[in-house]
């Protein structure tokens, strides 16, 4: 059965910064097909659920709004539904036959076939796309046109690591890194478009590799530098990274790249060898530690960040204990974790040994008031210093603003700087998730 062509979107994401990026470029998209961005989902003729399938509650997340959406829309003329993200590439056409609502299914390597899916849903066609073209999606995507201050900017997609606990390397496929020019035009394009910070992703960004413009093959340090050569832009970021791909140059570059931020996301998940080993995370935890002190002695101030799983299958207590150990040696400035989550095909939910859901949510707490006491001392470690920080958007108050430093701390400034302005602040407080600091007089930066 047709119906009318939406005119409005809505398009939500759920989880990591490149369902974040990839929700940006359907927007992009939609617009380009003429479409206007509403300024709510209750208002919008087409929304998109752009998903993460990392973990179960995520994935069943977007089963509950579908029901949120179908329950709004009852009397009314029902908004088209589009599933897009991780979890239409894992459960593609299970979706409407558990969904029937949904109108569109599309997987994060062939949304740039929106526009047509949109089309053929209107006219009332199956639409569903999972595929894994060669063709990359972003040679036809529009041109990018919309920027705060912070731009994310994919690089490198996929993974070949096979962690046993993983769902990315069957929903986003092999690794394939962008083309050069490709990168270096679209961030061009970002700064044009109002961009002062970027970052590089990928799910092992660290594993970018390429030719550059002369033919000389470049790691993701390559990459860097020349960003780092870009007029108008002034920060440089990039995560997520792996233990095993972080080079010597690219340690390097900490030391040397001034506009390369002193900030280093590094997941390293567990701290036991036997845990590792199960994770199927090919290093340990003696090279890990190593690393750390390595790109600490290239930039002495940078700060680490990482990622952490309680209760992987078989996990004990005395390594639940080795975890703290790590998480202690590190001295974390912000990390996420998380309790273990069976993913249905992966090879670590049919393994011996799985967690009771008490245990893990006795050791996440643990874990989490260590990392919670680390941050915070951070946090105080930089009261006192002078640092830049990158105005990002409006505080509570007026004329209040909330900026990033550096070491990506939220810092609140009075004085009404204004959005995407690179101010030199003293910083007076520090709190447990963001720090206060007073802009210094006659120090605006260009
Ligand atoms: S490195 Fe491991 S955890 Fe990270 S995306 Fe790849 S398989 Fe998943």
């Known amino acids: 059965m047709s119906r009318p062509t939406p005119k409005s979107f809505h398009v939500k994401s759920f989880g990591c910064q490149m369902n974040a990026y990839d929700g940006t470029r359907m927007a992009e998209l939609l617009e380009a097909e003429g479409m206007t961005v509403a300024d709510s989902a209750d208002e919008a003729e087409l929304i998109v659920l752009n998903t993460c399938h990392i973990r179960e509650k995520a994935a069943e997340k977007v089963y509950s709004d579908i029901g949120r959406i179908v329950k709004k829309a009852r009397g009314s003329q029902q908004p088209m539904i589009a599933v897009a993200g991780c979890v239409a590439q894992a459960e593609g056409a299970e979706i409407p036959r558990r969904a029937p609502a949904v109108d569109i299914v599309v997987g994060p390597q062939a949304y740039h076939n929106l526009a047509r899916l949109v089309a053929d849903a209107a006219e009332g066609r199956r639409a569903l796309d999972t595929d894994m073209p060669a063709a990359s999606k972003f040679d036809a995507l529009p041109k990018r046109r919309r920027q705060g201050p912070s731009a994310f900017l ?183 974790s998380f309790k273990y989550s069976a993913r249905a095909g992966t090879p670590a939910a049919t393994m011996e040994g799985q967690i009771a859901a008490d245990v893990m949510d006795d050791r996440l707490q643990r874990l989490q008031a260590l990392l919670n006491e680390q941050q915070h001392g951070f946090n105080l470690a930089t009261v006192g210093t002078r640092c830049e920080v990158l105005i990002e958007r409006d505080g509570k108050r007026p004329g209040q603003r909330i900026g990033k430093s550096p070491w990506l701390q939220s810092v609140i400034v009075e004085d009404g700087p204004a959005i995407g302005e690179l101010v030199t602040v003293d910083i007076v407080a520090a709190g447990p998730n963001s720090m206060t600091g007073a802009i210094v007089a006659g120090q605006r930066a260009a």
């Open 154 to 336: 994919t690089v490198q997609e996929g993974c070949d690591k096979f962690c046993t606990y993983c769902v990315v390397p069957y929903t986003r496929g092999a690794e394939i890194s962008r083309p050069w020019a490709a990168i270096i035009d679209e961030a061009k394009a970002l700064i044009d478009a109002g961009a002062r910070e970027i970052t590089l992703l990928g799910q092992n960004v660290n594993a970018w590799t390429g030719e550059d413009d002369k033919g000389r093959l470049q790691g993701l340090d390559g990459l860097i530098r020349v960003l780092d050569g870009l007029p108008g832009l002034a920060r440089i970021r990039y995560t997520t990274s792996h233990p095993n791909d972080m080079s010597d140059s690219l340690i390097a570059a900490h030391g040397t790249v001034t506009k390369l931020m002193p900030f280093l996301h590094l997941p390293v998940q567990a701290g036991s060898d036997r845990v590792l080993k199960a994770m199927n995370r090919s290093h340990d935890v003696a090279s890990y530690l190593r690393l750390i002190e390595r790109v600490r002695a290239a930039r002495p101030d940078i700060a680490i960040s990482g990622d952490f799983i309680v209760g992987f299958p078989g996990e004990t207590e005395a390594e639940f204990e080795e975890t703290l150990a790590v998480v202690r040696a590190v001295n974390h400035a912000q990390a996420f």
